[in-house]
């Protein structure tokens, strides 16, 4: 290998080089991309309207005090599923 010909391969490498680092900034950018959707998709997956629903207007079950199972209203009496508890509201 004359020198012309190592200052030729060696400017081909470096492109080649160049070529390697942009494919592979270019693939974590996209990873980045796809890492920022997969954050915005999951927080859609919490239904943030379900759970002030339940504070909202009229509720019908609310958490035991004895054992914090759900509470169900029958008129003004409020009973636990799970231990019986009851009291009138
Ligand atoms: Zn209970």
Redesign the pocket.
């Given at each position: 290998m004359d020198d012309l010909n190592r200052r030729a391969f060696l400017r081909r490498a470096g492109f080649a080089f160049a070529g390697v680092v942009g494919a592979a900034s270019f693939a974590a950018a996209q990873q980045q991309e796809e890492e920022k959707k997969e954050d915005e998709e999951t927080q859609e997956e919490i239904d943030y309207d379900a759970l002030f629903a339940e504070d909202a207007g009229d509720e019908d079950t609310r958490a035991?005090?004895?054992?914090?199972?759900l509470?169900y209203r029958q008129g003004r009496t409020w009973t636990?599923?799970?231990?019986?508890?009851s009291y009138v509201e």
């Open positions: 035991c005090p004895q054992c914090g199972a509470m636990c599923e799970n231990c019986g508890y």
